[in-house]
């Protein structure tokens, strides 16, 4: 699996506020969605202008991105780097309370 998803899934992260800002991530054959807690009016523009995005549809605080490649190991990359920020902002809560 090359870098490029990991690229994919992290100007996603970006551009959807970071970690903090989605609620869920499910994806299916082409599409992923993501349900956010807060509209970022840029996100569609900016997640249409990467690389392997066919389309984005958004809808209040949902995201339907078309991918022309396999979505999912554009899923599996955002999972590690959602996983990577929220073990980091557990780790930094641990170590603010010791």
Known sequence: MGNKYKDYAQDILTAVGGVENIVNVSYDTVRMTIHM???????????????????????????????NEEVKYVYQQLQLLMDDAKHQEDTNHDAVDT
């Open 37 to 67: 807690h807060h509209a970022i009016p840029s996100t569609a523009n900016e997640v249409t202008q990467i690389d392997g995005v066919a389309s984005v549809d958004e809808n209040e605080t949902q995201l339907v991105i078309v991918f």
